[in-house]
């Protein structure tokens, strides 16, 4: 039950911000394995006072494209192996998609139990 969070400079177009949303949807689906109709995504665009990324943070060397994409999942879903090909597996896809650079795209995993969870109803799902 991936929760996608995608941080993007303003100006992007709406097609733009979907073809990212799609690329994750469909790396998620086929490298993670989650489950079809998993689609939980919320996109935002920030003015650059309001998005700030370094430029060179770890030498790598960022534009004022640059994005980030946060993702909330299941504990324990991937291994470190799987996370490493999924990180490769999203910033190429949008690398061909988009031309967005590999350098611009952030990724940050965030791994929680499944109890944390409702899916609507009021109920805990997964616990």
């Known amino acids: 039950m991936p929760l996608v969070r995608i941080h993007v400079p303003q100006g992007k177009s709406a097609e733009y911000r979907s073809i990212i949303s799609d690329v994750i949807y469909n790396t998620t ?18 003015s650059t006072t309001d998005l700030v990324i370094d430029p060179t943070y770890y030498g790598i060397h ?22 490493t090909l999924y990180y490769k597996a999203l910033a ?11 350098e611009d795209v952030f990724i940050n995993l965030v791994e929680v139990k499944k109890e944390n969870w409702s899916l609507g109803n009021g109920e805990a799902q997964y616990a």
């Open 62 to 83: 960022r534009s004022e494209n640059a994005i980030i994409i946060q993702i909330t999942l299941n504990e324990g879903r991937a291994t470190l192996a799987l996370k």
């Open 29 to 46: 689906l086929t490298v993670l394995n989650v489950p079809e109709y998993n689609r939980f995504h919320v996109i935002s665009e920030h």
């Open 92 to 102: 190429d896809g949008l690398h061909e998609r988009l031309g967005l650079r590999r």
